[in-house]
């Protein structure tokens, strides 16, 4: 099977205003008649399965939490990105555009980047004209800030909780259409299949995980928005129920994944505490705006870091690229932290943290101004660790963040299986290795209120004929048995060790090999580790309780099951990619001052892995990567 | 979304509305309850006070008034079984700990229990003087020879504040009242979307002092005065 | 240290639910709340028993899910916090801590402490949005809103739709949550052509869901995780009144 990418023709900045112009279209008569499913709800699924409802489709949202408002989205807290130029700072859309391209360490789609770029500013539109309460001068027009690796202002944002409000906003739109009855939600429901008839998505088979009964639900097309892997690492600042699944079932019903390996760390997570942590908590990246920085020069220095005086603290950033300082993209900052703390400088009772200092910016603002800038992050962390920020400098050591890899997905957001689409975090497009900061929020809301509606047309136009298929069709049984015997499966293997067990395990080795810096040997090594530990889940896991009821264990048995695969895979993609780029950082490849070397010769692709089989390697599709529009360089943010 | 109208008084919004402003009729009427009963303390044997109850009982647009005022009062008690009632089945299983001290008032989560006591002392209070006015023997005497037959509802009022349980009655009873106001009349403002930052504190101010505070003590002092005269 | 904990278990809706007595040992006062039902569901499992279903997601105090009744308070003893952002530093050695689940006729309960909340949702899909679709929308800029009123929206618009505002209310009252959404859009010139029949809308609905009525004993101010202030119940009132009586 070869890749499509079905990029359209023309110049770069026509290429969207073109293709929508030209994109068949279903009429209103026929699309009362179309049924489209959405597994998730967050920004990426709320927006789209909103916007297609208001089209006139009949729409079926799906999510595991009690309430579509809950999905992780809301946690996003910097803000989101839009080429408006409100600040008169030279922004635009292509700049917009060769940002993230940069950023993204040159290993995305043009097409889908200058799309993204383009649709940014309707995004912001919109929102405002759902309520969601942005930040705002005394004169009443909207605020922005910047972020992390570029240089203008067009980060739009709602205190330290721009994700809920955007999330908020596609709600409400969602909840208008639920209440509208043209979406039909299914709350505490996790997809646990696709269906695929005639090569064609046709459904899901999910369970009600309040009475533990597998649902058949038919549509004509699926969408998956069901976020990212982070959780593979057990510990990420995703949500406790964050999972892979819904990818993962795709995945192995022929949808190719893209680009597994590349996952992001982000700089400034609150340090793990102990064994019992369950998750890490992420601070916007915009306090890095404001704050500075450190760790002490002398290794292993015992000193509280107030009482070390200004010419011992090494501000290691603003040393290594005076052009961006504190502001470096995010890979590049975090890889920095690592580098600090495994020569010894890490600073608190782990070392594995760096410090993060606002007293220079409080004695040149005032602590008024940081509190109104920062309040709320600095009240969370104070929650967390106890400690009073205003008085003594943060630690912050990088966490998992963010999965640029995801399904592959072309132009329109269709995977290789017919039907069957990935909106935001879900699909690897558009962030190529690296994902700056704002862009995600940017990325789901592109994706689900601009893109896919129009673009799924392109499927649906020539489906309107298909009546809805009954789901006693033998797909959904054949779907529905192999869920059932998983299910089955897992409940019988009585074991001796929680689900949890094994989940920590799994995460130590992907930190530790497939982290934030990776080796050849390494991987390998984790790669044999990761089948162990699948192998003894197998053998050993316990889930007490019974599968026709609420129960936890279960959901979460289910879902590490497949972290258990998709670790395997992320490991596979790192040990073909020989070359440094973006969030990937293979440690055989930096140059002396250990900056990132690219590969651009041999690995300006994108590797879309096609599933073979259990126990067997999986295939490996290259999409070559064309730019006709920007230089390849080596990013430099010195 | 689908219009919705009517049901003003059926709406859960509506209820708070009738009870905030029958509170707020039945704090303006304790006003005037007490500008008018201060006169027993007057050193005049009884004359300016009975006076005043000939004028309270003869004067029509008075009379209306106090039949409203009954009914209102009567309005304000259904309104509040009501809510009760309907406040009780909204939590059907009770938690088996709760610690709300550092939440709320102690008054606002026992407006029933203090609305109660308040009921049976207006009916015991109806009854001495209300009573006994309208339908009861009370003797009358004339004041400057202006041919008016004046019922001398004071000596009924001293004769009933001599008692001992009677005067621990009241002065209990208006510390209920104390409580009670203490948070319906900042709550009546609440209720009726009157709730504004440069004013809030002059709301809480006026509840305090002079409701919860300044008119129970002073209705509470009647008996006391008597008693100790 | 040492946690002993009363938790209230029930297997489903229908069943009869009772307390049970549990110890965890060697909680680490770093430790969140839920971190130490991650310690001790681990320990449950591991004995073969059923852990203790609770609601939790994001663990960083915004998704509302986590929903725990502590020690006679809705999220426990700290002021502006969420379950998940409660630590162990709070609580003493050795002390009992008793965990309930939300109390509320329209908050039923599922199994042990999780609760159905989908009245919240009912309610914001009677009316809790502004009705635009989507690429109506006009610049973003051409519609300034003082600063003042932004901020006042955000305030309210902060709700995290958790519940303890109900939990707290000894009426199981919910006008401060619909308050909140009725609050945010009353404050922007984008809400205004729906402001008066959205309030009703949503109150109907609310009344409808069972929950109990408000005396304005401001419990759900004072315990709610991101406090939300009570002046948006009496913005709801004055909103609601003007609507009755213009309609």
């Known amino acids: 099977m070869s890749l499509d990418s079905k990029i359209p023709e023309g110049p770069l900045a026509e290429k969207w205003t073109r293709y929508k112009a030209t994109i068949p279209l279903v009429n209103p008569a026929n699309k009362r008649h179309i049924e489209v499913i959405v597994v998730g709800s967050g920004l990426a699924g709320a927006s789209a399965a909103a916007s297609l409802a208001e089209?006139?489709?009949?729409?079926?949202?799906?999510?595991?939490?009690?309430?579509?408002?809950?999905?992780?989205?809301?946690?996003?807290?910097?803000?989101?990105?839009?080429?408006?130029?409100?600040?008169?700072?030279?922004?635009?859309?292509?700049?917009?555009?060769?940002?993230?391209?940069?950023?993204?360490?040159?290993?995305?789609?043009?097409?889908?980047?200058?799309?993204?770029?383009?649709?940014?500013?309707?995004?912001?539109?919109?929102?405002?004209?759902?309520?969601?309460?942005?930040?705002?001068?005394?004169?009443?027009?909207?605020?922005?800030?910047?972020?992390?690796?570029?240089?203008?202002?067009?980060?739009?944002?709602?205190?330290?909780?721009?994700?809920?409000?955007?999330?908020?906003?596609?709600?409400?739109?969602?909840?208008?259409?639920?209440?509208?009855?043209?979406?039909?939600?299914?709350?505490?429901h996790e997809m646990l299949e696709v269906v695929t008839i005639d090569g064609k998505a046709r459904g899901i088979i999910a369970r009600?995980?309040?009475?533990?009964?597998?649902?058949?639900?038919?549509?004509?097309?699926?969408?998956?928005?069901?976020?990212?892997?982070?959780?593979?690492?057990?510990?990420?600042?995703?949500?406790?129920?964050?999972?892979?699944?819904?990818?993962?079932?795709?995945?192995?019903?022929?949808?190719?994944?893209?680009?597994?390996?590349?996952?992001?760390?982000?700089?400034?997570?609150?340090?793990?505490?102990?064994?019992?942590?369950?998750?890490?908590?992420?601070?916007?990246?915009?306090?890095?705006?404001?704050?500075?920085?450190?760790?002490?020069?002398?290794?292993?220095?015992?000193?509280?870091?107030?009482?070390?005086?200004?010419?011992?603290?090494?501000?290691?950033?603003?040393r290594r690229y005076p052009a961006y300082g504190n502001l470096v993209p995010r890979d590049i900052a975090s890889r920095a932290a690592k580098e600090r703390c495994d020569a010894g400088y890490g600073v608190g009772a782990s070392k594995m943290a760096v410090y993060l200092d606002f007293s220079d910016a409080i004695q040149r603002l005032g602590k008024d101004v940081i509190a109104a800038r920062y309040g709320n992050l600095f009240e969370m962390y104070e929650k967390i660790t106890g400690e009073n920020p205003y008085e003594r400098p943060m630690r912050i050591y990088p966490a998992v963040h963010y999965t640029m890899g995801g399904l592959w997905v072309d132009y329109n957001l269709m995977t290789t299986v017919e039907g069957l689409y990935a909106t935001g975090e879900c699909n690897f497009s558009d962030h190529g290795a690296n994902r700056l900061g704002a862009s995600a929020l940017m990325q789901g809301l592109a994706d689900g209120y601009f893109v896919l509606p129009i673009t799924i047309g392109a499927f649906l136009s020539k489906d309107i004929r298909t009546k809805a298929i009954p789901t006693d069709h033998p797909a959904f049984a054949e779907a529905e048995q192999a869920v059932q015997n998983q299910i089955n499966r897992l409940m019988n293997v009585k074991g001796t060790e929680t689900v949890d067990h094994f989940h920590k395990q799994l995460?130590?080795?992907?930190?530790?090999?497939?982290?934030?810096?990776?080796?050849?040997?390494?991987?390998?090594?984790?790669?044999?580790?990761?089948?162990?530990?699948?192998?003894?889940?197998?053998?050993?896991?316990?889930?007490?309780?019974?599968?026709?009821?609420?129960?936890?264990?279960?959901?979460?048995?289910?879902?590490?099951?497949?972290?258990?695969?998709?670790?395997?895979?992320?490991?596979?993609?790192?040990?073909?990619?020989?070359?440094?780029?973006?969030?990937?950082?293979?440690?055989?490849?930096?140059?002396?001052?250990?900056?990132?070397?690219?590969?651009?010769?041999?690995?300006?692709?994108?590797?879309?892995?096609?599933?073979?089989?259990?126990?067997?390697?999986?295939?490996?599709?290259?999409?070559?990567?064309?730019?006709?529009?920007?230089?390849?360089?080596?990013?430099?943010?010195? | 979304m689908a219009t919705v109208q009517g049901g003003l008084f059926r709406s859960s919004i509506g209820r708070k509305y009738f009870m905030a402003l029958s509170g707020l009729f039945l704090c303006l009427f304790l006003v005037v309850h007490l500008a008018g009963n201060l006169q027993l303390f007057k050193d005049d044997g009884g004359k300016a006070f009975n006076m005043y109850t000939w004028f309270m009982t003869h004067n029509p647009l008075i009379k209306f008034i106090s039949y409203a005022n009954y009914a209102i009062i009567l309005l304000h008690v259904i309104d509040g079984i009501l809510l009760s009632k309907h406040n009780r089945k909204a939590r059907p299983v009770k938690y088996y700990k709760v610690d709300q001290s550092k939440s709320s008032t102690w008054s606002s989560r026992n407006m029933g229990i203090l609305g109660t006591i308040i009921l049976i002392f207006l009916v015991i209070h109806m009854r001495s003087f209300w009573f006994e006015m309208h339908f009861g023997n009370v003797p009358v005497l004339e004041y400057d020879n202006d041919g008016v037959q004046y019922k001398d509802l004071f000596t009924v009022v001293d004769a009933a504040f001599g008692q001992l349980w009677y005067v621990l009655l009241y002065v209990i009873s208006m510390f209920a009242l104390a409580f009670h106001l203490y948070h319906g009349f900042q709550s009546g403002f609440q209720s009726l979307g009157i709730n504004h930052p440069r004013y809030n504190a002059l709301i809480k101010g006026v509840g305090t002092f002079a409701f919860a505070i300044l008119i129970p003590a002073l209705f509470a002092a009647m008996p006391l005065y008597f008693f100790l005269k | 240290m040492k946690i002993n904990l009363k938790v209230w278990r029930q297997a489903n809706t229908q069943s009869k639910g009772d307390f049970k007595d549990y110890t965890v040992n060697e909680v680490s006062e770093d430790m969140s709340f839920l971190e130490m039902f991650d310690v001790l569901n681990e320990e449950l499992v591991r004995k073969g028993e059923e852990p203790v279903a609770f609601d939790h997601d994001c663990r960083e105090g915004i998704c509302g899910m986590c929903s725990m009744y502590i020690n006679g308070r809705a999220h426990g003893p700290e002021q502006g916090t969420t379950t998940c952002q409660l630590h162990m530093r709070h609580f003493k050695d050795g002390e009992t801590v008793v965990v309930e689940p939300w109390r509320a006729q329209a908050f039923p309960v599922l199994k042990d402490l999780v609760v159905d909340r989908s009245a919240f949702d009912r309610i914001i899909q009677s009316g809790g949005f502004i009705s635009v679709n989507t690429g109506n929308a006009v610049d973003a800029n051409s519609l300034p809103v003082p600063k003042h009123n932004a901020e006042l929206s955000f305030d309210a618009a902060a709700c995290i739709g958790c519940g303890a505002c109900v939990a707290a209310c000894k009426n199981a009252s919910a006008m401060l949550f619909v308050s909140a959404k009725v609050s945010q859009l009353a404050l922007l010139p984008q809400g205004q052509p729906e402001r008066y029949n959205r309030v009703q809308a949503m109150v109907h609905q609310m009344d409808l869901e069972g929950f109990g009525n408000c005396t304005n004993t401001g419990a759900c101010e004072a315990e709610c995780p991101k406090e939300i202030s009570i002046s948006n119940i009496a913005r709801m009132n004055r909103d609601f009144m003007v609507a009755k009586i213009a309609e």
């Open chain 1, 208 to 318: 009600d995980l309040v009475s533990g009964k597998l649902e058949r639900h038919f549509g004509h097309a699926v969408v998956l928005a069901s976020g990212g892997y982070g959780n593979v690492f057990f510990l990420s600042t995703n949500a406790m129920g964050s999972n892979a699944t819904a990818a993962w079932k795709a995945y192995k019903k022929g949808a190719f994944f893209g680009n597994p390996c590349f996952t992001q760390i982000h700089p400034t997570c609150i340090p793990v505490s102990g064994d019992h942590q369950s998750k890490l908590t992420l601070m916007s990246e915009s306090l890095r705006n404001d704050g500075r920085i450190w760790v002490p020069k002398k290794q292993n220095d015992p000193r509280k870091g107030v009482d070390i005086p200004e010419d011992e603290r090494d501000y290691y950033l603003e």
């Open chain 1, 507 to 638: 995460g130590k080795v992907m930190w530790e090999y497939c982290g934030m810096g990776r080796n050849a040997e390494g991987l390998k090594k984790g790669q044999g580790m990761v089948r162990e530990i699948r192998e003894a889940f197998w053998k050993n896991v316990r889930i007490p309780g019974t599968a026709d009821s609420l129960n936890p264990e279960l959901e979460k048995a289910l879902r590490v099951a497949d972290y258990l695969e998709l670790g395997e895979l992320m490991i596979a993609d790192a040990l073909n990619r020989n070359e440094s780029c973006g969030g990937h950082f293979r440690e055989e490849y930096q140059d002396e001052g250990g900056e990132a070397l690219r590969n651009d010769d041999e690995y300006t692709y994108v590797a879309a892995w096609e599933f073979k089989g259990d126990n067997q390697a999986p295939e490996l599709h290259k999409e070559k990567l064309i730019f006709e529009n920007v230089k390849l360089v080596q990013r430099s943010y010195k």
């Open chain 1, 55 to 188: 089209m006139g489709y009949k729409v079926k949202v799906f999510c595991f939490q009690d309430s579509p408002r809950r999905a992780h989205s809301i946690a996003a807290q910097g803000g989101i990105n839009a080429a408006k130029n409100y600040s008169n700072d030279g922004d635009s859309v292509f700049r917009l555009f060769y940002d993230t391209i940069k950023g993204g360490d040159y290993r995305s789609r043009e097409a889908n980047v200058h799309r993204l770029a383009e649709v940014s500013t309707a995004i912001i539109d919109q929102c405002v004209a759902q309520g969601v309460p942005f930040a705002r001068e005394y004169g009443g027009l909207l605020d922005n800030r910047s972020f992390g690796g570029v240089q203008v202002s067009r980060t739009f944002y709602a205190r330290g909780q721009t994700g809920q409000q955007l999330l908020l906003g596609a709600y409400s739109a969602l909840s208008r259409q639920i209440g509208k009855k043209q979406v039909q939600m299914y709350n505490r």
